[in-house]
């Protein structure tokens, strides 16, 4: 039986300047307000001793962390690694709290995410076999509208926080439409998300219920009247996915595409307003939205740290400088997906110079259990930024330093406080908000985006537009070109 901690588990040096303070058990400490603002130090750090390292995720849970890129990939991509947190030897040992906040993203589920093999497959070709029915132009336009219709919210205050107001709401009003939940359910799935992710333990499994219970409703009502949705196509695959195992599914689709989703959009957002790289060089359009999106996913990774795999015997992962480091089985390896991004790129092809145009990040993982929906993200996430910057051209970050949540998964902004010239329209109430719905059409016919009674487009008052040259709008031209 593996002793946990192993007797062998690398412990920083005493001092060491990217571990102040370290975990109570000397490890590297992948939480706590240090590393929440200086990741990048923590990363170095481990890259420096080997292709993995023993950390701490969170207080009396210990894992293996793999950074270096190459050993990333062979870990995601190699059968000798299972996805079944059953396998966890120190959580059935009863050696990890069970109020623990990291165990609502680790403990096992009836979910793809920790299926493997034949499992695994069936449940994946059902989503992804759904995921394909979404037409990527008709979600362009229902992400633009739904953007303006949180823009309009803020519009006349001339400040706004680009998470809690905007980034944090867009996708959670997206994936229910793409469910096809009624209107009226929004707020309450929005919350229940919210909640579910919470670093408090039970709030989250508070959260985890009260969604939980939200989709069985749905569930139940697709199967009676199906429609032109997600949750209806999954219901009528041909593998036949139970109740149970819908609900799971649909939890990580709704878990996957929010908070990652927040992270990317308010990381770009932040990154165009305050690097020079793209905010400088806008007007003349070298640098894009989409150079901007993948410059995150290199350097700012929304889902810095997860993909936990479990050696089904023991297994030596070498590096290319001949480094190596024995992973016994029954331990959670972590990928940290930012970590090996990094490593990338200060060997080679993942240079800073060469991001705009190089997709070779982790951010989506890899393997069998790369992100399904990475191109859908992709439309949410370039229209977000797109609509966002369009609509209000002048924005201005109102803040000297940022914070980060901590946490040792998400990359993620706590508030982007920014203002802007105040659009003197009035809030809309909800009927004129100009938000669409998802229009639900008889099962196998093409889905259609049906907008609300929406008003004209809100625009900045002519003098704030002669005042300064909007410095996106070259670039949002271009990209209606596309």
Avoid at 49 to 66: D, F, K, M, T
Avoid at 283 to 306: C, Q, R
């Amino acid at each position: 039986m593996t002793s946990y901690p192993p007797a062998h588990a690398a412990v920083p040096p005493p001092g060491c300047p990217a571990h102040q303070p370290s975990a109570p058990t000397g490890l590297p400490a992948l939480y706590g307000p240090y590393f929440a603002a200086e990741p990048e130090a923590t990363y170095q750090f481990l890259n420096q001793q080997g292709p993995a390292s023993w950390v701490e995720l969170a207080p009396g849970v210990q894992s293996i962390v793999v950074t270096d890129y190459s050993c990333a990939l062979e870990v995601l991509r190699s059968p000798y690694f299972s996805k079944d947190a059953r396998r966890w030897e120190a959580l059935r040992q009863g050696l990890v709290p069970s109020d623990n906040e990291v165990l609502p993203m680790m403990a096992w589920r009836p979910s793809l995410l920790f299926a493997d093999a034949d499992r695994h497959l069936r449940l994946r070709q059902a989503v992804d076999d759904s995921l394909a029915r979404v037409d990527a132009h008709r979600l362009r336009g229902f992400v633009q509208r739904s953007a303006i219709g949180l823009i309009r919210r803020v519009a006349a205050a001339g400040r706004a926080d680009l998470v809690a107001e905007y980034a944090d709401r867009l996708p959670v009003l997206v994936f229910t439409q793409l469910f096809g939940c009624p209107d009226e359910w929004v707020e309450d799935m929005a919350a229940a998300c919210a909640q579910m992710i919470d670093a408090e333990p039970a709030a989250a499994q508070a959260g985890g219920a009260r969604l939980a219970g939200l989709l069985g409703q749905l569930i139940a009502a697709k199967r009676e009247r199906p429609g032109a949705d997600l949750t209806s196509w999954m219901l009528e695959h041909p593998f036949g996915l139970s109740d149970e195992e819908m609900v799971h599914q649909l939890v990580v689709l709704i878990g996957a595409g929010t908070v990652p989703m927040t992270a990317w959009i308010s990381s770009t957002l932040m990154v165009m307003l305050t690097d020079d790289r793209f905010a400088g060089d806008l007007s003349g359009g070298s640098l894009t939205i989409g150079d901007a999106l993948n410059d995150v996913l290199w350097s700012k990774s929304p889902m810095s740290n997860f993909c936990f795999h479990y050696a089904t015997s023991s297994y030596r992962l070498r590096d290319r400088h001949g480094r190596e480091f024995d992973i016994p089985p029954g331990v959670p390896v972590l990928i940290s997906l930012a970590a090996a991004n990094a490593q990338l790129g200060a060997d080679g092809p993942g240079t800073t110079g060469r991001r705009a145009a190089n997709h070779a990040h982790l951010a989506f993982s890899a393997g069998p259990h790369v992100c399904p929906a990475q191109d859908l993200s992709g439309v949410i996430a370039d229209v977000a930024v797109e609509t966002l910057l369009d609509q209000l051209p002048d924005v201005q970050l109102d803040a000297a330093a940022l914070t980060w949540r901590p946490g040792p998964f998400h990359r993620t902004l706590t508030a982007l406080p920014v203002r802007f010239p105040a659009v003197p329209d009035p809030v809309p109430t909800p009927t004129t908000l100009g938000a669409p719905t998802w229009n639900p059409q008889p099962s196998g016919s093409a889905p259609s985006w049906t907008p609300l009674a929406a008003p004209s487009t809100p625009r900045l008052p002519a003098s704030a537009h002669r005042a300064r040259r909007p410095r996106w709008r070259s670039l949002v031209a271009s990209l209606r070109g596309r």
